[in-house]
């Protein structure tokens, strides 16, 4: 009950391994409480909303959960999220896997497609090229972050105009450069998994704490 | 800078415990996998495989407790092996904290699980796990056997790796039964084949001594090395091979 810690709802919406999630933001700082309730999601202090699998799947998943009312309700009230891995590849607009495509939950302009790569899954430790002010990865250097997907978002046609402060894009490549990580106002995702990146990991969940 | 080279320790899990002796200084209870598996976390593993070689169906919720209590301090990826027939079985696995599974007998004797596991978790979820031996029953060569290499089966490696991650597998494990255990170095020459077939991850694993026997493998075509006893004893340490790698110009995670 210590009144600083900021409170996180990692939404429970069905998607694989969201223990270690939970887990990793406890280490970091935050009181976790891992629920479908919309009232507790939309009330908390920061939003996760993880992702494993198939986009179409997640997508699924996430609509019968209600899950994108509760994003929407948080952003247009300026509340924080943090989706990973598919969790933010289902912010863009829609995603081509398989030759199937789907729609997403359209927070940002784009696709989600195949990495161009030799080898996929892209799994592993890969290095990241951060936007100079990111909050993100304020004080983490020359760092590795775990990656482990096929799919990624690699174009970014968002504009956004003074006085709304622009978006930190983080850049990773694998075959080809792809969007890391995406800083845009109370919306931040990133590809990889924080919870499975070691201590950088758990720092970077730290700097998104401290910005809720 | 690209994706660094994987290093796995993989520990034998029965009951609960860590089996095959670990031989750390400093350990309070050496057979306990939690501590294990932070230690090798700390010296910078890049992932932890746990192999489960739990005799009775009963005793495997002794494993699901085990990986819970992994998860909770080790926030690097976890893989379990052995005994998994089921999306069930792989259904729990996750939520107990697993990120990834490695299946293989059960998967040789009904293929369609791969397929399975892949289509309700992700490719990636699925690791193949393969124990190769050579014969030339085989067009390859190259041969799959089961029950740790006792059982020579009919089946082509290459073949099965290729209709395995046709069928989803996200990742092989390829373990050499002629170089297991002979600290030699790994089975270039099988990496090299599992390679020119695979376009998913490869892991090399069987025959690691020294640490300049690492570089030869990724060399050859891995994307990640595995290795139990080195590490268990003490005769190389996850940082020593990392090292031995990078003076080769190998990308690894420091």
């Known amino acids: 009950m210590s009144g600083s810690r900021p409170r996180v709802v990692v939404l429970d919406y069905g998607s694989g391994n969201v223990h270690s999630a939970v887990k990793a933001l406890e280490r970091a700082g935050a009181d976790v409480e891992l629920t479908a309730d919309r009232k507790a999601a939309l009330e908390a202090d920061g939003l996760l909303v993880p992702g494993v699998g198939a986009f179409a799947a997640v997508m699924e998943s996430l609509t019968s959960a209600r899950g994108g009312e509760v994003v929407d309700k948080r952003l247009a009230g300026g509340r924080p999220v943090l989706g990973i891995c598919v969790g933010m590849q289902v912010m863009f607009d829609r995603g081509v896997e398989r030759g199937l495509e789907a729609d997403g939950l359209g927070e940002w302009p784009g696709t989600v497609t195949q990495l161009d790569a030799p080898v996929l899954p892209h799994m592993g430790w890969n290095t990241v090229e951060p936007d100079a002010g990111s909050t993100l990865f304020d004080g983490i250097e020359d760092e590795r972050f775990y990656f482990v997907h096929s799919y990624a978002a690699s174009d970014w046609t968002l504009t956004v105009d003074p006085p709304f402060p622009q978006p930190h894009l983080t850049w990773a490549t694998h075959g080809q450069r792809f969007l890391a990580a995406v800083e845009n106002g109370p919306l931040t995702a990133t590809q990889f998994h924080p919870e499975k990146s070691g201590d950088a990991g758990i720092r970077l969940l730290s700097n998104w704490l401290g910005s809720l | ?254």
């Open chain 2, 1 to 254: 800078m690209s994706l660094a080279v994987r290093v796995i320790p993989c520990l034998d899990v029965a009951d609960g415990r860590v089996v095959k002796g670990v031989n750390f200084q400093n350990l309070a209870d050496a057979g306990d996998p939690v501590e294990l598996a932070s230690r090798y976390a700390a010296q910078g593993a890049d992932e932890i495989t746990f192999l489960d070689v739990t005799a009775t169906v009963e005793s495997r919720d002794t494993t699901y407790e085990v990986v819970t209590a992994t998860a909770e301090q080790v926030f690097v990826p976890l893989t379990v092996g052995g005994g998994i027939r089921s999306t069930e079985d792989v259904a729990r696995l996750l939520g107990s904290g697993a990120d990834k599974v490695g299946v293989n007998s059960a998967a040789i004797r009904r293929p369609e699980l791969v397929g399975e596991i892949a289509d309700r978790f992700g490719a990636q979820v699925v690791v193949l796990s393969l124990d190769v031996t050579r014969a030339d029953t085989t067009p390859s060569g190259f041969v799959v056997t089961t029950h740790g290499g006792r059982t020579v089966t009919r089946i082509d490696a290459l073949e099965w790796a290729r209709e395995a991650i046709e069928r989803g597998a996200g990742e092989l494990l390829v373990n050499s039964i002629d170089a297991d255990g002979t600290k030699d170095g790994f089975d270039l020459e099988l990496i090299t084949a599992m390679r020119s077939v695979s376009s998913v991850p490869v892991i090399a694993s069987g025959g690691a001594g020294r640490t300049e026997h690492f570089a030869p493998a990724i060399s050859a075509g891995a994307d990640a090395v595995l290795a139990a006893s080195v590490f268990h004893s003490g005769q190389l340490s996850i940082g020593d091979v990392k090292s031995a790698m990078q003076a080769e110009g190998i990308g690894v995670r420091s």
